[in-house]
């Protein structure tokens, strides 16, 4: 009788030290499988090296910053930085642009007030130019008036006078028919009724003359009465012996 581990050649052990071989037409149960290894869940995992984008700093670490400097390995910081200096930037402009308009709007307050008040110190000039030139012309009005009453009075004088002389013609020749006795030497009139020949607003006048033929030693005089009538507007005049 043969031994039956002496019939079985060096190839056959060493299938028979692995697992079990199925048997042909025998299912295999999915137990008998080899599953892959897998790592224990709390061993803990192998840091990745980290180079600093700052110092250069080369780190075994799992953390987000560098260890030596402490920046942040991920560049989204520095974005954030620069989005902030934008947002600063920005602001700044917005400040800026308010301040520039605020300065804009009070120089455009300051030059307005100024117009108005170089608007008012032209009107107030103007007004007293204005003012000025009616004092002016009412002065120049007032004397025109005043030369123009003067120039009437010295008229009216000028008329009076003809009188005199028109009755002392009249006086002498009187003398010369034997009327009257001579020598007539001069004649004056006097405005009767408190007239004058000053009053511009009177059209006629009235006056008492007389034709001197005799001097006292006194001063006085004695003559002839003659009255005389002065239209003033026509510049004629009438007179007869007597009162």
């Known amino acids: 009788m043969k031994n039956p581990s002496s019939d079985v050649s ?13 048997n042909a037409g025998s299912p295999v149960s999915s137990d008998s499988q080899e599953q892959p290894a897998s790592a224990p869940a709390d061993e803990p995992l192998d840091p990745q090296a980290k180079v600093c984008r700052k110092c250069s700093v080369q780190t075994h670490t799992v953390g987000s910053f560098c260890p030596s400097c402490g920046t942040a390995y991920v560049a989204q910081r520095r ?19 308010i301040a520039g308009t605020g300065i804009t709007l009070s120089i ?3 030059n307005q007030v100024n117009a108005d008040q170089a608007a008012a110190a032209a009107a107030a000039e ?20 005043e030369a123009a009453d003067d120039a009437k009075r010295t008229e009216r004088k000028l008329i009076v006078a003809e009188v005199e002389d028109s009755i002392l013609k009249d006086a002498k020749s009187r003398v010369t028919e034997g009327v009257l006795t001579g020598p007539i030497t001069r004649a004056s009139c006097t405005p009767l009724g408190g007239g004058s ?8 006048g009235t006056f008492e003359c007389i034709a001197v033929n005799k001097t006292e030693a006194d001063g006085s ?23």
């Open 197 to 204: 020949s000053d009053d511009l607003t009177a059209i006629t």
């Open 126 to 145: 103007a007004q007293t130019k204005r003012e000025a030139e009616a004092a002016r012309t009412a002065a120049e009005a007032t004397a025109a008036k």
């Open 79 to 97: 974005f954030a930085k620069v989005k902030k200096r934008t947002v600063l930037i920005i602001a700044a402009v917005v400040v800026a642009v």
């Open 10 to 22: 060096p190839d056959e052990l060493e299938q028979t030290d692995g697992p079990p071989m199925a």
């Open 221 to 243: 005089s004695s003559g002839y009465r003659f009255s005389a009538t002065v239209n003033w507007n026509a510049g004629n005049y009438s007179w007869h012996l007597g009162s």
């Open 108 to 110: 455009q307050h300051t």
